[in-house]
Nanobody
Framework: QVQLVESGGGLVQPGGSLRLSCAVS????????MAWYRQAPGKERELVAG???????NYADSVKGRFTISRDDAKNTVYLQMNSLKPEDTAVYYC?????????????WGKGTLVTVSS
């Protein structure tokens, strides 16, 4: 079983920065994609940033130019650098890794870390 543990959330003022980390219990090289999602109160979970094993990235329009997803294979860790934070970025942020085998998707999730952007 794969375990993911997020960290780095907290309270930050508008315009500030945070870096989220996602420690994965096995080599992240084995996964096809890595991603960060978020869920704000009363809203559905949404994709924030994705990283494909070949290196391509994609971002939600609302975070483009402000957030950056990256990985450290040696540490089996996925990061989300968040700059110029806005109150609307407040949410629980979840890490996700996915393996694709014979056309089937296997998703693994962390329990989330809360980010609150407020003055």
């Amino acid at each position: 079983q794969v375990q993911l543990v997020e960290s780095g959330g907290g309270l930050v003022q508008p315009g500030g920065s945070l870096r989220l980390s996602c420690a994965v219990s096995r080599s992240i090289v084995s996964f096809n994609t890595m991603a960060w999602y978020r869920q704000a109160p009363g809203k559905e979970r949404e994709l924030v940033a994705g990283l494909i094993s070949g290196g391509n990235t994609n971002y939600a329009d609302s975070v483009k130019g402000r957030f950056t997803i990256s990985r450290d294979d040696a540490k089996n860790t996925v990061y989300l650098q968040m700059n110029s934070l806005k109150p609307e970025d407040t949410a629980v942020y979840y890490c996700n890794v996915r393996t694709v085998l014979a056309g089937d998707y296997y998703d693994y999730w962390g329990k989330g870390t809360l980010v609150t952007v407020s003055s």
